[in-house]
């Protein structure tokens, strides 16, 4: 059970501290006083989605803290805290921090844990009844998520069928890379023929591009590159000898005095040297000169030969060695194809096994779907009838229409069965599809009894139900109230409500109040005795507070609400 809730600047709620108790908890006060306020703390420190409009004006966080007091921890729990490696306890305290530059911080027990393992601790702590779930009973998709929900066999065979379809997606991929059947084969062929002719007719080199953009570079550099080499070479090798002719002259000037020191000697060789490398360096420039000699159809030439390989690129790889890697992946994927049959006929056998065994399961899905629904049935339309819809259709329709031939086409994860609730709340009207033919009260009665059947009795949670009584009122609120207690004997039921019939069932009963002091809004939540409910009954059945009326009618219906428990302990 939740013992306490602790809320911080969410919304209208500055700073509240509600402590509940075991049994039915009822929260209850005027339009707009900030009811909803507690379910929206609620689904933000369970791991709901938040933002920034959560907090309250002016302050820069919000924080909510709840703490659970369990009499056992189930397996699930257990394993929780195991995943996070914190002792299990079965004091359970889960806080939640958010605050307007994004930080986000939830702990569980002091352990810092994210909003996805937070969510597989809290779906097994408690259960909120709100509009969302009366507005996914209209949604026919959702039908067949609730059915499931209520039998482990059909969880079971989901696991097997899932199996199934990860080795059918196995299959048909390996089909698939030997490149198909018939038609699909033939052209697969001619497409990689055509991949193989078109990279081997270019006739690739390694490095290939490298040289050509190189060579681009010195063709549209030429005229630059030519006057500036001439000149080089002319300084180097000139008319009248250049550097080279002078330095010879030196070094035969030097000649003429070699020996007489080694110094001089030294010089001389180092002259010599100096002569060689300049030589080199010449022919080299004479080379590089020859290079660059060329006319536009070279140029024509290599400019076409680079567009080749830009277009080979875009199609097969971002560089030449893709394109090499591209051919050598395509010769091995048509010599697959064209030796294939052999592969083909196995796999094929191997599918049509496999396609059976999920059409089987999809059988044996619907077979317990359907058993799963006639169980409900019975207990539907009794907890109905309970709640004044004395003469309520419910069925489950299956619309299906796979066969062992399409099944392949049909089956999801789901299997392949195509149901819908079917509902009529009156005598002599068929039941039809439960989005189209029921009324806001009426769904709200059919939540609630759909609840009552669905409910695990090994399963205890918190439940809240938030406005389970939307749309209706009278006797009718008087049996919501009695069915809310019953469920409350085994579960802890936190109810927001605007009905007095169902308030006044309630074991604690919360007011929320909102008042305005200085132009700054406040919602608090009081705890009501045993008087102070009473006077809250009074309004809630809109009687004038004090009315001697009043009272005597909400102390009357206290009384029923009492009398009712006590005699179903």
């Known amino acids: 059970m939740i013992s306490s809730l602790k809320i911080n600047n969410v919304a209208l709620i500055e700073e509240n501290l509600i402590k509940f108790n075991n049994g039915f908890n009822v929260l209850t006060g005027e339009t707009g006083a900030g009811k909803s306020i507690i379910i929206d703390s609620l689904n933000f420190v369970l791991g709901g989605k938040a933002d920034k409009t959560l907090i309250k004006t002016g ?40 605050s307007t530059n994004g930080k986000n911080e939830v702990r569980v027990n002091g352990e810092a844990v994210t909003l996805g393992m937070l969510k597989k601790l809290t779906i097994n702590l408690i259960d909120i009844h709100g509009q969302h779930d009366h507005q996914s009973l209209l949604d026919s998709k959702n039908h067949i998520k609730i059915i499931d929900s209520l039998s482990n066999n059909i969880s079971n065979l989901k696991i097997l069928l899932s199996n199934k379809l990860t080795e059918l997606k196995s299959i048909n991929n390996q089909i698939s890379d030997l490149g198909g059947e018939g038609e699909d084969k033939k052209n697969n062929i001619l497409l990689l023929q055509h991949v193989i002719n078109e990279i081997e007719l270019a006739n690739l080199k390694e490095n290939e591009e490298d040289e050509l953009i190189e060579k681009r570079k010195l063709f549209q550099n030429s005229e630059k ?27 035969y000037s030097l000649n003429a005095v070699s020996g007489i020191t080694d110094e001089i000697d030294e010089l001389k060789n180092r002259l010599n040297s100096c002569l060689y490398e300049i030589a080199d360096i010449t022919e080299n420039i004479s080379d590089f000169i ?6 536009e159809n070279e140029v024509n030439v ?39 049959d052999e592969a083909l006929l196995k796999l094929n056998k191997e599918k049509s096994i496999l396609l059976k065994d999920i059409y089987e399961l999809c059988i044996k899905l619907t077979n317990e779907r359907k058993l799963v629904s006639n169980s409900i ?9 309970f709640l004044g819809i004395k003469n309520g259709k419910f069925e489950v329709v299956f619309n299906n229409d796979y066969s062992i031939d399409n099944i392949e086409k049909k089956v999801t994860l789901n299997g392949a069965d195509n149901l819908e609730f079917m509902f009529s709340a009156n005598a002599g009207i068929e039941a039809r599809p439960l989005t189209k033919i029921i009324s806001g009260g009426e769904l709200s009665r059919f939540m609630l009894a759909f609840k009552c059947v669905i409910k695990d009795e090994n399963d205890i949670k918190t439940l809240i139900f938030d406005e389970i009584d939307a749309g209706i009122g009278g006797l009718i609120g008087v049996e919501v109230g009695k069915k809310i207690c019953d469920i409350s004997k085994n579960n802890q039921v936190i109810c927001i409500t605007h009905l007095a019939q169902i308030a006044a069932f309630g074991d604690t009963n919360f007011k929320i109040e909102k008042k305005v002091d200085n132009n700054y809004t406040t919602s608090s939540i009081k705890l009501l005795n045993e008087q102070e409910k009473i006077k809250e009954i009074s309004r809630m059945l809109g009687l004038n507070e004090g009315a001697k009326t009043g009272e005597a009618s909400a102390m009357e219906l206290i009384d029923f609400a009492n009398q009712y428990k006590s005699n179903n302990k």
């Open 377 to 385: 049935k019975e207990k539907l339309l009794k907890e109905l009838s």
């Open 225 to 251: 590159l030519s006057k500036n080499l001439q000149e080089a070479y002319s300084n180097l090798s000139g008319e009248y000898g250049g550097v080279s002719g002078l330095i010879k002259n030196a070094v």
């Open 59 to 98: 302050k820069d966080f919000a924080r909510v803290e709840v703490v659970f007091e369990l009499n056992t921890l189930s397996n699930p729990i257990l394993e929780f805290f195991n995943s996070i490696n914190v002792e299990p306890e079965t004091t359970i305290i889960i806080s939640r921090f958010y």
């Open 290 to 295: 020859s290079k660059i000699d060329y006319d």
């Open 302 to 340: 290599l400019e076409e030969r680079l567009d080749l390989i830009k277009d080979l690129k875009r199609k097969y790889g971002n560089t030449l060695e893709d394109i090499f890697n591209y051919l050598s992946k395509s010769k091995e994927k048509l010599n697959n194809l064209i030796n294939s």
